[in-house]
Nanobody
């Protein structure tokens, strides 16, 4: 059973940075795509970023492109999301996600991901 545990969230000011971590257990992340999503109350969970296992190619939502950076440490079996220049609209619960299979059709669709962490709250105040 794959388990994902996020950490690193918190309350920060506009322009600050945070680094989220997602520790995986139950299988190695080295052969699977991994992704970050976020959700605010009353809204659907939205894609933030994903990383392809075969070449570390990264995908980003337009709203975070240039500010966020996804990475992974396969030795630590951990996924990261470095978030810079945070804005109030980045306030959300951030979730780490992993698919069941190595090969998926869409890196950005939440339907592709079956394993989810419990989420970590990020609050950005102006």
């Amino acid at each position: 059973q794959v388990q994902l545990v996020e950490s690193g969230g918190g309350s920060v000011q506009v322009g600050d940075s945070l680094r989220l971590s997602c520790a995986a257990s139950g299988r190695s992340i080295s052969k699977y795509a991994m992704a970050w999503f976020r959700q605010t109350p009353g809204k659907e969970r939205e894609f933030v970023s994903a990383i392809v296992w075969i070449n570390d190619y990264a995908y980003y939502a337009d709203s975070v492109k240039g500010r966020f950076n996804i990475s992974r440490d396969t030795e630590k079996n951990t996924l990261y999301l470095q978030m810079n220049d945070l804005k109030p609209e980045d306030t959300a619960v951030y979730y780490c996600a992993a698919p069941e299979r190595s090969s998926i059709m869409s890196m950005t669709s939440r339907d592709e991901y079956v394993y989810w962490g419990q989420g970590t709250q990020v609050t950005v105040s102006s």
